[in-house]
């Protein structure tokens, strides 16, 4: 069984870092090749996958909108992972979610979401 946790600031200021982390707890029978998604979902609008880590590699993934200002990362030791997005504008105000991708964008585990809000 797998669990996921987000945890961050609700609050961040325009032009500021928003860092979100994920931990994530699992049984010693979880296998370890999945990768780690952030998603996000703006108000009234859809889910935008944002990028991905796989857990048994340093690789990295972006959605080409958010290339320049995202960068996802991992402590594998404490399994935790960070998504950090500089540069915050109001419109990236949205609830955040870790998600667990099995592969071939299966998600099979989900956290229970964060809102974080961009505003002065």
């Known amino acids: 069984q797998v669990q996921l946790q987000e945890s961050g600031p609700v609050l961040v200021k325009p032009s500021q870092t928003l860092s979100l982390t994920c931990t994530v707890s699992?049984?010693?029978?979880?296998?370890?090749?999945?990768?780690l998604s952030w998603i996000r979902q703006a108000p009234g609008k859809g889910l935008e996958w944002m990028g991905a880590i796989p857990a048994h590699s340093g690789t990295t993934y972006y959605s080409p909108s958010l290339k320049s200002r995202a960068s996802i990362s991992k402590d594998t030791s404490n399994n935790q992972f960070t998504l950090q997005l500089t540069s915050a504008i109001p419109e990236d105000t949205a609830v955040y979610y870790c998600?667990?991708?099995?592969?071939?964008?299966?998600?099979?585990?989900w956290g229970r979401g964060t809102q974080v809000t961009v505003s002065s």
């Open positions: 699992s049984d010693s029978s979880t296998t370890n090749f999945y990768y």
């Open positions: 998600a667990r991708d099995i592969g071939q964008a299966t998600f099979d585990s």
